[in-house]
């Protein structure tokens, strides 16, 4: 796929989450996809997650741990098979009853057509204070 390709994908997979419909997100990833989250253990949904079904127990743990109140994408930059998105959001941290607001950096990998790795980059200690 093109690079613009790619990024109305990555465009498309955010419209997914934002309805809730991991299903759709779990349908554009490939079997054997590497996801992960950066972070120490206390971030719920931090750590490798590997293969189609662990990735729907990454959005089990988002979705048990946080209720955004924003997510939005607002930058893309594709090359060859990867996206970068840079994503504004806020959320209210269930468990903790606090709030916190960031900007995370997300690269997506395409092997035909599907999502082979995504990583997401953050601010760490920001979660883990709203987390505490």
């Known amino acids: 796929m093109s690079p613009q390709e790619n990024t109305a994908k990555v465009q498309a997979i955010f419209a997914a989450f934002g309805r809730g419909d991991v299903q759709f997100i779990l349908n554009?990833?490939?079997?054997?996809?590497?996801?992960q989250t950066l972070g120490p253990a206390i971030?719920?949904?931090?750590?490798?997650?590997?293969?189609?079904?662990?990735?729907?127990?990454?959005?089990?743990?988002?979705?048990?741990?946080?209720?955004?109140?924003?997510?939005?994408?607002?930058?893309?930059?594709?090359?060859?098979?990867?996206?970068?998105a840079i994503?504004?959001?806020a959320a209210h941290v269930k468990k903790a009853g606090k709030s916190h607001a960031a900007q995370v950096a997300m690269l997506f990998v395409f092997k035909e057509g599907k999502v082979a790795k995504f990583r997401e980059y953050g601010d760490t200690?920001?979660?883990?204070?709203?987390?505490?």
């Open 28 to 35: 554009n990833v490939t079997d054997d996809v590497d996801w």
């Open 87 to 89: 994503v504004d959001y």
């Open 125 to 132: 200690a920001g979660l883990v204070a709203a987390l505490s």
């Open 43 to 84: 971030i719920p949904q931090a750590g490798p997650h590997k293969g189609r079904a662990e990735v729907g127990k990454f959005f089990e743990k988002v979705g048990q741990s946080y209720d955004f109140t924003q997510f939005e994408p607002r930058e893309f930059v594709a090359q060859n098979d990867s996206v970068f």
